[in-house]
């Protein structure tokens, strides 16, 4: 008899949610196969059998949590081990009676019925399907290699029964009704947050009560940097098959910054101040679930070209869910551009246990003052640092932002960093 169990996660992370069983009561496992999906804080990830086997029993289902080192499912390696999964009385239950429940509720169903073979579907697919009410096994994949994917499950339309036509047919006939909330008198849908959502809330909460929490904004003046960019884009692809973007100028002018003023990238532990020599900044990425914030580790050590790769890389992970842990750890300042949504200007909230965050906006043209005499429209972004003042004075997070913006008027600078 072999357990699985809830690994060690990371450090931060000691317990997740069974978002989804991949494997069934019955099933023929390999050492390595996929077994079931769990929600943590950050991610999603997939638990991979660490030996081959039957299933013989799952004694947690979709939506309880578990803390690292449950028991959450049972593997026998034996010959004998089907003849017990498919016993048609269920195993006792080894943990509580709420554990013996579920087994008696949800492998009777199972072993009444022949075991389908589980498709195989990225995570990410089998979150879609799950919210949408889908079988996998139903859903169609342009994959050559017959792997479900989010655009697979997205285009899949089930048609509808004899029975469900009449049935849609019956309701159209019939007055719409509400379902009304008892605690409102007008109609409302009330839907549980995710694991991921909550996490956040939490953490933004924390950040505000624990932080002294200050803004400071400047503006830039981007003719410089939209120039350089247009005349070098088109080789720059050419030669490094990835787009050079406005990022990669902003995390060299921010790493450029930190090396001056160093208290922004450091941390508070305790009493002590950990200032630290290097560079990994987050990037801010909307992902599907919420804001999450995947790390370029060594940007000072890393070329244009290797910043948007490494950006590029970490942005479509997280449209497809999925990142690692590893992406989302270490962070030792934060970049994150409301601009992509039409942000003119906002007070970014720290990334604990960070202590600086610089907020990228909307680029839009207005007159500038050039002298005395001239005016001229300039395409302008203003850009803001908040910073935690236990640590940060007001002298170094000012100084902090006015370097950042002289160094992006003089995009040239950039090329002697690294």
Do not use: C
């Amino acid at each position: 008899m072999i357990e699985i169990k809830v690994p060690e996660l990371a450090e931060s992370i000691t317990e997740g949610t069974i978002a989804q069983w991949l494997i069934n009561i019955g099933d023929k496992v390999t050492k390595g196969d996929s077994v079931v999906e769990l929600e943590t804080d950050k991610v999603n990830i997939e638990l991979n059998a660490e030996y081959s086997g039957v299933v013989t029993k799952v004694l947690k289902g979709p939506g309880d949590i578990v803390e690292v080192g449950d028991v959450i499912a049972i593997i026998e390696e034996n010959e004998n081990a089907a003849t017990v999964a498919n016993s048609s009385v269920p195993a006792a239950p080894e943990k509580s009676a709420e554990v013996g429940t579920f087994n008696q509720q949800s492998t009777q169903a199972e072993q009444e019925l022949p075991k389908a073979a589980s498709p195989i579907a990225s995570p990410a697919a089998r979150k879609l399907a799950r919210e949408l009410g889908i079988d996998l096994a139903q859903v169609s994949s342009r994959d050559p290699l017959g792997r479900i994917r989010p655009e697979d499950v997205k285009a899949y339309t089930p048609a509808p029964s004899v029975k469900e036509e009449a049935k849609l047919e019956k309701i159209s006939s019939k007055p719409a009704v509400q379902q009304i909330d008892e605690e409102f008198d007008k109609p409302v849908e009330r839907v549980k947050m995710s694991r991921r959502r909550q996490t956040i809330a939490k953490r933004l909460v924390e950040v505000q009560h624990t932080a002294a929490m200050l803004t400071t904004f400047n503006e830039v003046d981007m003719s410089a940097v939209m120039d350089l960019r247009n005349q070098r884009k088109d080789a720059f692809y050419e030669k490094h098959g990835v787009r050079l973007g406005f990022m990669s100028f902003f995390t060299k002018a921010v790493v450029s910054a930190l090396k001056q003023f160093p208290l922004l990238n450091a941390e508070i532990q305790g009493d002590e101040l950990i200032i630290k020599k290097f560079y990994d900044i987050g990037i801010a990425v909307a992902a599907p679930e919420g804001l999450v914030v995947p790390v370029v580790r060594g940007a000072n050590q890393k070329n244009f070209a290797e910043i948007e790769q490494d950006i590029s890389n970490l942005g479509k992970k997280a449209r497809d869910n999925a990142l690692t842990l590893n992406d989302l750890q270490g962070g030792t300042f934060t970049i994150t551009n409301g601009g992509v949504f039409g942000s003119l200007m906002s007070t970014p909230i720290l990334n604990s246990p960070q202590v600086g965050i610089l907020g990228m906006h909307k680029i839009q043209t207005r007159p500038i003052a050039i002298d005395k005499e001239r005016m001229e429209n300039r395409p302008m972004m203003y850009i803001a640092l908040s910073y935690d003042h236990r640590i940060v004075d007001g002298k170094e997070a000012v100084s902090f932002l006015a370097t950042v913006k002289e160094l992006l008027e003089d995009p040239h600078s950039l090329l002697l960093e690294g």
